[in-house]
């Protein structure tokens, strides 16, 4: 029962330092994304739901880029 329990207690932990890692390299992706506008490297500003080129403030990522809905296979009130 002890070798369970801290093999849970290293696992938590694990995954915690994975969850930091991966959300700091999404976090420097984002900042090192060109602007397709004015070619300058930075982070991208949320506002309303898409994203803006945080130097000339054109949008660089639509909040819709195509994607469709799927009705609910019940109707709309499920």
Known sequence: ???S???????E??????????NESFRQTRERQQCPW?????PRI???GHYQCSKCG???DECCQGE???????GHNG
């Open 46 to 48: 949320e506002v309303h």
């Open 1 to 3: 029962m002890k070798d």
């Open 13 to 22: 932990k694990e995954t915690e330092l994975w969850d930091i890692s991966l």
């Open 68 to 74: 469709v809905g799927v009705p609910h296979p019940k």
């Open 58 to 60: 054109k949008n660089v």
């Open 38 to 42: 004015c070619k300058q490297r930075g």
């Open 5 to 11: 329990v801290m093999f849970h207690e290293y696992w």
